[in-house]
C-alpha cells in the first residue's frame, strides 16, 4: 500500500492564481481531511470528507474548496491564491469516526505551498 | 487561549537523558487524547494514544489528569533517534464527528 499520498511536495504561486492539491489514499479509509500546519500553530483542520460525495467545513475553510468523488481521491482548490495562505498542507485519512471512538488518522507527506 | 497548550522547547538533553513534555487542553468535554511525532519536515505520526490510568510503550510513559486537563510525556533513556517535535493532540466532538485538535508542539534535541 501506498497510503496517503500528496502532490506537488512544493508550490509557488503567485498571489491570485489558482491551484489544486491532489490528495489519494489507497486503504479504503472513508475519512479524509485537510490540515495546514504554520509556525508556532497546530495543525489546523481546513476541510473533511466522511465519505464519497460528503465533505464539511473545519477550522480554517475560507478561501478554499473540496470535493469527494471518490473514495481514494480528495482534493484542495485554492480559489485566489493569497500571501496568507503560504503554509505546508496535510492531508491525512482514516476509519470513519462514529460516534465518540476514534481511529488512528494516516498524513500524507505534505505540500509546500509559497504565495508570493 | 489556545484549544492545547504546550511548551514549545526546544528540550535539549544528552542521550541516556529523562525527559517531560507537559500539555494542558481547555475544552473539558474532549474524550480522546494523543501523542502525535513530527520528524522535521515531515508528517506527524501517531506515537501512542494516552488513557486516564496512564499507558506505557517500551521508553514512553504517558499519563492524563481529566480533573486538571492536562497531559504528560515521559521519555526514558532518550536517544538520538527521539530528537523530534512532539505534538499532544484531543478530540473535540462537533457536527458528529471528532475531530483532532492539535498543540503546536515541543521540539526535542537529543545530543551525544
Known amino acids: 500500500n501506498a497510503g496517503v499520498t500528496q502532490t506537488p511536495k512544493f508550490q509557488v504561486l503567485k498571489t491570485g492564481q489558482s491551484m489544486t492539491l491532489q490528495c489519494a489514499q489507497d486503504?479504503?479509509?472513508?475519512?479524509m481531511s485537510w490540515y495546514r500546519q504554520d509556525p508556532g500553530m497546530g495543525l489546523r483542520l481546513i476541510h473533511y470528507?466522511?465519505?464519497?460525495?460528503?465533505?464539511d467545513q473545519g477550522e480554517v475553510p475560507n478561501g478554499y474548496n473540496v470535493s469527494r468523488s471518490t473514495t481514494e481521491d480528495f482534493p484542495l482548490r485554492l480559489l485566489s491564491a493569497a500571501p496568507s495562505q503560504t503554509s505546508v498542507y496535510f492531508c491525512?485519512?482514516?476509519?470513519?469516526?462514529?460516534?465518540?471512538?476514534?481511529?488512528?488518522?494516516?498524513f500524507g507527506p505534505g505540500t509546500r505551498l509559497t504565495v508570493l | 487561549r489556545k484549544e492545547v497548550e504546550q511548551d514549545p522547547g526546544p528540550f535539549n538533553v544528552p542521550e541516556g537523558a529523562t525527559v517531560a513534555f507537559n500539555c494542558t487542553y481547555s475544552?473539558?468535554?474532549?474524550?480522546?487524547f494523543f501523542w502525535y511525532r513530527q520528524d522535521c519536515r515531515k508528517e506527524p505520526k501517531l506515537l501512542m494514544s494516552?488513557?486516564?490510568s496512564g499507558n506505557e510503550d517500551g521508553r514512553f510513559t504517558a499519563q492524563l489528569n481529566r480533573a486538571s486537563q492536562y497531559i504528560s510525556l515521559l521519555i526514558r533513556d532518550s536517544k538520538l533517534s527521539d530528537s523530534a517535535t512532539y505534538l499532544c493532540?484531543?478530540?473535540?466532538?462537533?457536527?458528529?464527528?471528532?475531530?483532532?485538535?492539535f498543540g503546536a508542539g515541543t521540539r526535542l534535541a537529543v545530543h551525544p
Open positions: 491525512a485519512s482514516s476509519y470513519r469516526e462514529r460516534g465518540s471512538s476514534y481511529n488512528e488518522q494516516f
Open positions: 486503504m479504503n479509509h472513508e475519512y
Open positions: 470528507s466522511v465519505g464519497a460525495g460528503i465533505t
Open positions: 475544552n473539558s468535554a474532549s474524550q480522546s
Open positions: 494516552v488513557y486516564s
Open positions: 493532540v484531543v478530540t473535540r466532538f462537533s457536527g458528529g464527528y471528532n475531530k483532532l485538535i
